[in-house]
């Protein structure tokens, strides 16, 4: 069986979600990993999801070698831009510390519409290609370590 990455992305901004989306399967399909995509409503939802499926996992379930999650907050005129950017980077980072997964975090947290523009294009800076390829080096590294 090939390799397999789990890409977990927050719908919530639908432009810049196709952006981030595109970056990071290219990125993958470039280096033969075979893509599943799970979609999530928000930010929020990603560490749940992500949680899921390192569960499933450990229960014989569907196994990836390398996780992505992608997502955009954009700073508001309330404090919820704190929460979901910093609760929601959190839970991403304890589950893949826990289970010690191969993640690469494509969360954007920005100040407006164009600084997530700018970072989800892939022909710009390429935040979710570069999040896959985060993902792909940790893989080698724990592959390289015989894990």
């Known amino acids: 069986m090939g390799k397999r990455a789990l890409i977990i992305e927050a719908r ?12 990071a399967k290219a990125e993958f399909e470039a280096n033969d990993f075979a893509v599943t995509v799970w979609t999530v409503p928000g930010v929020l939802e990603i560490p749940i999801a992500l949680a899921m499926a390192a569960n499933d996992a450990q229960q014989g379930g569907t196994r990836y070698d390398a ?18 950017a910093g609760e929601g980077n959190r ?3 304890d589950v893949a510390v826990a289970h010690r997964l191969p993640l690469g975090n494509g969360i954007l947290t920005v100040e407006d519409g164009e600084q997530a ?10 935040k979710g290609g570069g999040a896959a390829a985060a993902a792909i080096a940790l893989y080698d590294l724990s592959a390289a370590l015989g894990r």
Not at 67 to 84: M, P
Not at 117 to 126: F, L, S
């Open 12 to 23: 919530f901004y639908d432009g810049y979600a196709d952006n981030l989306l595109a970056g």
């Open 67 to 84: 996780f992505c999650v992608l997502g955009t907050v954009i700073r508001g005129e309330t404090g919820h831009y704190d929460i979901v």
């Open 91 to 93: 839970g991403v980072t």
């Open 117 to 126: 523009a700018v970072r989800a294009d892939p022909a710009r800076k390429n």
